[in-house]
């Protein structure tokens, strides 16, 4: 059998289709027993312990008291929540209750500013 070199394997390589290099990707991952993720796994945990180490990624954003302002506050969290205006406030009225769970730590501070500015206190866990 004739060996081939790395740049006769790279020409084979372009001509061959999507649908061709997923075949080849398989039969190489069957014959020597290893898969094409191995790499990016390890490289993806060290990321996630970084982001650990800044803080979390998922944060609740938690009325405590509306405040002097109530109509601003319920208007508030209406556009926040997308809720109707009676269901907005049931909730500013429920208080300390959460607006918004399992978000960004940035749309956290967003939607606590517009809140703040209303005249509510709030509260980001």
């Known amino acids: ?3 081939i070199n790395i740049e006769e ?7 061959m289709t999507v ?3 997923n075949e080849l990707v ?3 991952e069957t014959e020597f027993g290893v898969t094409a993720a191995a790499p990016v796994a390890g490289a993806a945990a060290p990321a996630e312990e970084e982001e650990a180490a800044k803080g979390p990624s998922e944060v609740t954003l938690t009325l405590k008291s509306c405040g002097m302002n109530k109509v601003k506050v319920i ?11 009676m269901d907005a406030k049931k909730l500013v009225d429920a208080a300390p209750s959460p607006i918004k ?3 960004s730590p940035v749309e956290a501070e967003e939607h606590k500013k517009a809140l703040v500015e209303a005249g509510a206190e709030v509260e980001i866990k």
Request: no cysteine.
């Open 75 to 85: 208007k508030a969290v209406q556009a926040i929540t997308g809720l109707g205006l």
């Open 101 to 103: 769970e399992h978000i």
């Open 9 to 15: 394997f790279i020409a084979s390589l372009k001509e």
């Open 26 to 28: 398989k039969a190489i």
């Open 1 to 3: 059998m004739a060996k």
């Open 19 to 21: 649908v061709e290099l």
